[in-house]
């Protein structure tokens, strides 16, 4: 669908970027509701402060309760951006973006959430670790496991992106996203 439709205000631009911004935030966010909603709540493998103040009290279960909340408020925050951001490219607008570049972009910031959250969360400071239900001895291994991942998101990620700048359809641009030019 290119230039004007019939009767409708809006110009049609198939040849439009793809927020890579915007789903990297979302692909923060998505990461981290599915660490904070799965990992922390419905398997219960680890709370946000759960290494420093294990779940051996009330107190503590409050307190690895209330980071827990905080970190869902970040990551709330981070999907609130991706959305102004998806919002102000596409108002007012009937853009075409190709699958690719936005699958890309989620995987990378979902596999940048994954590596920042292991680096520093179970590995630097040590808050808390992937599966703190196995014995301790097998903690290292899920964590690496956890990194492993976040790395194959990012570098899948990272892949989809590129690609989507090469060989696009028929009618699709050839440029690279915003994010990916020199």
Do not use: C, K
């Amino acid at each position: 669908m290119t230039g004007r439709e019939e009767g409708a205000a809006t110009v049609a631009r198939p040849e439009a970027d793809v927020p890579v911004a915007a789903g990297v935030l979302f692909g923060l966010g998505l990461g981290g509701f599915f660490d904070g909603i799965v990992l922390h709540q419905v398997l219960q493998w680890h709370h946000m402060l759960s290494s420093w103040y294990p779940i051996t009290s009330i107190e503590n279960l409050e307190l690895n309760t209330l980071w827990d909340g905080i970190f869902h408020s970040a990551t709330y925050i981070f999907v609130v951006l991706a959305l102004f951001l998806l919002w102000r490219r596409a108002r007012g607008r009937h853009l075409r973006w190709p699958n690719r570049a936005l699958a890309g972009s989620l995987l990378v910031g979902w596999g940048l959430f994954n590596l920042v959250e292991g680096l520093i969360d179970h590995q630097w400071l040590g808050i808390h670790h992937v599966n703190e239900r196995a014995e301790r001895e097998h903690w290292l291994a899920w964590d690496l496991g956890f990194l492993a991942w976040g790395l194959a998101m990012l570098l899948a990620g990272l892949w989809l992106l590129r690609r989507s700048r090469r060989g696009r359809g028929p009618g699709e641009s050839a440029a690279a996203p915003a994010a990916l030019r020199p």
